[in-house]
């Protein structure tokens, strides 16, 4: 399973991608919004920080600007995945865009139904939202075991299931046992993965003992 961090905060990403955490990066307009940065800059940056995806979302909503929007921001680095909202002309702007091979995400996806369209329109990715779900009381993790099926059902389809709007670590868990292909997550989700208790004891102790003996490895 490929991990995104959901972040536009330029810091975070080269952190974690240090750490070896990072398989792409996904933004939104709300997140580019919190960063105060320029959106063109900030992709550029991100881009340089990750060889993986790094998902770019159109602001327009007519089919002509939102693809001339689509092509810019492809021309920013070669490694923008084009993000469009599940809409009529978010569609049609992904299949031109894929049919040029520019890899599409296709996002706010809260229904198999949609998925499946994403799918044959020719999205890289479907950006399912579980949080999102979640909040009006719908098992968003459910929406997810749909797609999962629905596209196994149908290996003709390439789309691969990118989980968004992941709260905490149980979804990312429950969405690697479905079997969906990336999740992106917000960088105190990625660093809630590391924690536990028990391995925070449990170091503690050895290092205790080992202070016992005197010894040094180095
Ligand atoms: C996905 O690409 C979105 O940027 C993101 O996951 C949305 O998450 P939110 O519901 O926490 O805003």
Request: glycine share 6%; with cysteine.
């Amino acid at each position: 399973m490929k991990f995104f961090v959901d972040t536009a905060e330029v810091s975070e990403i080269r952190a974690l991608a240090e750490a070896g955490l990072v398989d792409g990066v996904t933004t939104n307009p709300s997140l580019i919004a919190k960063s105060g940065r320029n959106m063109a800059e900030v992709i550029a940056e991100i881009c340089a920080i990750t060889p993986g995806p790094v998902s770019a979302e159109v602001t327009a909503t007519d089919f002509e600007t939102m693809l001339a929007e689509g092509r810019y921001l492809r021309g920013i680095a070669k490694n923008v995945a084009v993000k469009v909202p599940l809409t009529e002309a978010g569609l049609r702007t992904c299949r031109v865009l894929a049919g040029e091979g520019t890899p599409v995400n296709v996002t706010l996806c809260f229904s198999p139904a949609q998925a499946l369209l994403a799918a044959k329109a020719g999205a890289a990715f479907i950006s399912p939202f579980v949080g999102r779900l979640d909040d009006i009381s719908t098992d968003g993790m459910s929406l997810i075991a749909d797609i999962v099926q629905i596209y196994r059902n149908y290996p003709a389809l390439k789309t691969e299931v990118l989980v968004a709007s992941v709260r905490h670590p149980i979804h990312l868990v429950q969405a690697a046992k479905l079997g969906a292909h990336v999740a992106t997550l917000p960088p105190q989700v990625i660093r809630q993965l590391l924690k536990h208790p028990l391995t925070d004891s449990g170091l503690a102790a050895f290092l205790a003992d080992w202070k016992k003996t005197g010894q040094s490895i180095l």
